[in-house]
Structure formats: C-alpha cells, structure tokens
C-alpha cells in the first residue's frame, strides 16, 4: 500500500507560480510512475502531468506544456509539480497518484494510489 500526501497549494494571482510537493510512503519509490491531475469545479478530473518512475522522462497535457513542470527526488520519496505563469482556468483541486509501473500514463484507471488533494486558486 502507498499513501500519498500532496501539500503547496494555495491562493496566487494571474501570472504567479506555485510548486506542489506529492509526498510517498512507499519502500520502493523509484518502481512507481507519478501523475498529477486536477479537477475544477463542475468539472471532470483530467490529466496534467506524469513522470516515470526512474528515468525523467515525462508527459504534459497540452493546456500546461511549457508553463509546468514535473520531476521528482527518489530519495525523498516526493514528486513536484513546479506551477508557472498560472492563469485563472488551472483553479482546481490538485491530485497526485501513483501506479505499480515505471511507465507513465495519461489515464486514471492506471493508478493505483491516490492523495486526498490541494486547492489551487488563481485570481485574476
């Protein structure tokens, strides 16, 4: 079992940054891929990020290619997802999980694991 605990969110302007921090409780961190996603009110959970679990190879939703991005330190058991030139439309609840493969994916159903979550809000 892999607990998942993500902190860093908050209130920012248009424009502003925030770093997310995904943090593991897992033996073997560095077997799991991470993902981020994100769900705004009234709206589906979608994807915005994922790494592999051993190499830096990683994945973007177009809506966020080049303002975010994510890495991670396997000694630390921690993921990050480093927020850039925010806009009004990435406010939403902010969600880590980890799947029992190396190989990234964009798809929820892959995951296994997932935090309880970190509001972001960005006013404009």
């Known amino acids: 079992q892999v607990q998942l605990v993500e902190s860093g969110g908050g209130l920012v302007q248009a424009g502003g940054s925030l770093r997310l921090s995904c943090a593991a409780s897992?033996?073997?961190?560095?077997?799991?891929?991470v993902g981020w996603f994100r769900q705004a009110a009234g709206r589906e959970r979608e994807f915005v990020a994922t790494?592999?679990?051993?190499?830096?190879?990683?994945y973007y939703a177009d809506s966020v290619k080049g303002r975010f991005t994510i890495s991670r330190d396997n000694a630390k058991n921690t993921v990050y997802l480093q927020m850039n030139s925010l806009k009004p439309e990435d406010t939403a609840l902010y969600y880590c999980?980890?799947?029992?493969?190396?190989?990234?994916?964009?798809?929820?159903?892959?995951?296994?694991?997932w935090g309880q979550g970190t509001q972001v809000t960005v006013s404009s």
């Open positions: 897992a033996r073997t961190f560095r077997n799991y891929a």
């Open positions: 999980a980890a799947r029992s493969s190396v190989a990234i994916s964009r798809y929820e159903a892959d995951y296994n694991y």
């Open positions: 790494i592999r679990g051993s190499l830096d190879i990683t």
